[in-house]
Nanobody, 116 residues
């Protein structure tokens, strides 16, 4: 199994930046695609960003393209979401995920609050 531990959430003014990190650990050493979802109060969990296990392929929700950047360091088993030009509508709990063809795992979530 894989355990995911997230960090980096907090409060920021609109236009500011935050960097979220997700550290993976566990007894399984498979290759995992990883990424982020977010969930705002009263809304469904929505896709934010994805990165392949090799880091060669990334994808983003239209709402964050050009502002967010996902990256990974496989030597450190970490995935990072750099969030720039934050908007109030980015306020949500952000969840890290790891997936392979057989299983998917989720982090505990970290709160991001953007004030106007």
């Amino acid at each position: 199994q894989v355990q995911l531990v997230e960090s980096g959430g907090g409060s920021v003014q609109a236009g500011g930046s935050l960097r979220l990190s997700c550290a993976a650990s566990g007894r399984t050493f498979s290759q995992y695609a990883m990424g982020w979802f977010r969930q705002a109060p009263g809304k469904e969990r929505e896709f934010v960003a994805h990165i392949s296990w090799s880091g060669a392929s990334t994808s983003y929700a239209d709402s964050v393209k050009g502002r967010f950047t996902i990256s990974r360091d496989n030597a450190k088993n970490t995935v990072t979401l750099q969030m720039n030009s934050l908007k109030p509508e980015d306020t949500a709990v952000y969840y890290c995920y790891a997936a392979n063809p057989y299983a998917a795992y989720w982090g505990q979530g970290t709160q991001v609050t953007v004030s106007s």
